[in-house]
């Protein structure tokens, strides 16, 4: 599906590759959407054909990275939460890179959070029972009165595109009471209310994730989403989405609002790939065998692969680095990935690959056959410091775009591996008739003889 929707959206004639256009500390007052701009026609040449792009919605706060999603009817059009534009730009300065790019053949994804929202308008009382962190099963209280920030009014949107008012009948589960003022997980109790169960079993169950937990099952919910998952698509012109802690979603909403997008737009072939973020190859392929359609996901268990492999240096044994990964067993539907920004230094999953093996790691997913590689901006162009310079700036990778430019131009054929070495391994591309060159690749994570 992602070369379908490559092909058809934004033809090539060489290989296809993504790159996640942004990092946590990316800049912020509203300027990342025109840097974007400036730089598609330096991307375009190098080899990038996608960008997966920051949450666009209006979040529930200012300079926020996207995901404490307030709004998702809101492309920094309207004045809400104290401002109209979002870390990003506005509205028009987001299409407007979206068509830029598109006249380069760069197409775009945008990043879908619709696991839970934040930034309420106004707290209601309602009826729930407290669970445990570890147990999300096993209660802590009876059945009591908590006040919580469930009530979302949009009112600086005046219903227009939706005139859905959400209030706490369409959540599962909130992480604050208000009234005590006590942080803790509450489930909300109702009439056909509880956790979902389509969801990773971490925990008992991991539908909650943090908070106010959308109720998918909810029939007013999920007519909203569907609707919101069309309409952006015919109003941008992406033709992808990345969608954000899928293991917490339902997994037959995830898979009915993919194909209501499919059906319901001229994007018969948008691209959807879903952050499943958990090392094992058994739950990503228990999921994608669920779904029913084309959809992919990242490849965890590579990424701590890369980062088992960076730490132990020469004592890894680099004819093991694909074992339990996705894009061995499954490989049309894994996209290969070193880091992000969640697993970058700083942040809650951080788990980055040293820097002295990525150049090794991108070599891996950038200039072999399988899988869909999607480089990160982090890497690619450096990470800013954090407040308060903690945690610092990282330095891009070095030579990372000579090796992205190398998979667009000999990146192609026949793959013959020479994997007979633990420390020293290569591979050669035989080419094609339209790249005839190919290539030959040789890694070394070892000081001896090899």
């Known amino acids: 599906m992602s070369f379908r929707a490559n092909k058809r959206y ?76 979002t870390k990003y730009g506005t509205k028009n300065e987001l299409l407007d890179l979206i068509k830029y790019a598109g006249r380069h ?20 009382v309602f009826k729930a029972v407290e669970v445990a962190r570890d147990d999300r099963m096993k209660e802590l209280s009876e059945p009591h009165d908590i006040t919580a920030w469930t009530a979302f009014d949009f009112p600086g949107r005046r219903d227009k595109y939706s005139s859905f ?13 208000e009234g005590a003022k006590k ?39 999920e007519k909203d989403l569907l609707d919101w998952g069309a309409w952006i698509v015919q109003e941008t012109g992406n033709v992808g989405f ?53 959809f992919s996901v990242f490849d965890t268990p590579l990424h ?36 992000n920004h969640d697993t970058q230094v700083g942040q809650a999953l951080e788990s980055c690959v040293a820097m002295w093996f990525k150049p090794l790691a991108y070599a891996l997913i950038l200039l072999r056959v399988d899988g869909y590689p999607c480089v990160f901006y982090g890497d ?12 610092p700036a990282q330095q891009p990778v070095a030579q990372l775009a000579d090796i992205i430019k190398a998979r667009k131009e000999f990146a192609y054929g026949e793959i013959r591996d020479y994997w007979d070495h633990p420390n020293c391994v290569g591979w050669v591309r035989t080419g094609d008739k339209d790249h005839p060159n190919g290539c030959a690749v040789i890694l070394c994570n070892g000081t001896g003889e090899g």
Request: proline share 3%; glycine share 8%.
């Open 380 to 391: 690619l162009y450096g990470c800013r410091a954090g407040d308060n310079d903690q945690p």
């Open 304 to 339: 701590y692969n890369f980062k088992d492999a960076s730490e132990r240096g020469e004592n890894y044994d680099l004819r093991s680095i694909w074992d339990g990964t996705l894009v061995k067993n499954r490989p049309v539907d894994a996209v290969t990935l070193v880091d």
């Open 183 to 221: 942080d803790g997980i509450f489930r909300i109790l109702g009439d056909n209310k509880g956790w979902a169960m389509g969801v990773d079993i971490e925990n008992r169950n991991y539908d909650f994730l943090m908070g106010a937990d959308i109720d998918h099952a909810h029939g007013d919910v």
């Open 105 to 124: 053949g760069v197409v775009c994804y945008l990043d879908a959070v619709l696991n839970h929202k934040f930034g309420a308008d106004k707290t209601e």
């Open 242 to 294: 990345r969608f954000d802690a899928i293991k917490h979603i339902d997994d037959t909403f995830i898979a009915k609002f993919v194909a209501h997008v499919r059906e319901q737009t001229d994007k018969e072939d948008v691209f959807c790939v879903g952050e499943f973020w958990k090392d094992s190859l058994d739950s990503l392929t228990s999921y994608l065998g669920k779904f029913g359609q084309q």
């Open 10 to 85: 934004g033809p090539k004639p060489h290989n296809y590759t993504m790159m996640q256009a942004f990092e946590w500390y990316v800049e912020g007052d509203g300027k990342h959407w025109k840097h974007l701009k400036s730089e598609i026609p330096e991307l375009d040449a190098m080899g990038i054909t996608a960008l997966w792009l920051p949450p666009p919605c209006k979040a529930s706060s200012k300079n926020s990275v996207g995901y404490d999603i307030y709004d998702v009817w809101d492309l920094a059009k309207f004045d809400q939460k104290s401002q109209i534009g």
């Open 165 to 177: 008012k959400w209030d706490f009948n369409h959540f599962t589960g909130v992480d604050w009471d």
